[in-house]
């Protein structure tokens, strides 16, 4: 039988170091979160790792347990999605010479 490697997400819809910053400052444990929520434990913790991404209803829900606005939870993008905002946004720096 071969073993099946678990992978990371290429895309995460939260900052996994937030939604754990988060969750501590409100006091809640990762069990106490994800009842609220409506997980399990475990993907809860797959969400603080990284491991998992969290859905956007789910992160909706996760904001509102830690009555915390979402923008602080999200992933921050400074890239389009096919990754060339930085050749667009130096395209204009380099016309103007």
Do not use: F, Y
């Amino acid at each position: 039988m071969t073993s099946r490697t678990r992978t990371r997400p290429s895309r995460l819809h939260q900052e996994p170091e937030a939604v754990t910053w988060a969750r501590v400052k409100s006091g809640l444990t990762k069990r106490a979160l994800a009842d609220l929520v409506g997980i399990s434990e475990q993907l809860m913790g797959e969400i603080e790792s990284g491991w998992r991404s969290a859905t956007p209803a789910n992160l909706t829900k996760i904001a509102e347990a830690l009555n915390c606005p979402i923008v602080v939870l999200e992933r921050k993008r400074c890239a389009d999605a096919d990754g060339t905002a930085g050749a667009a946004a130096a395209a204009p720096a380099a016309a103007a010479e």
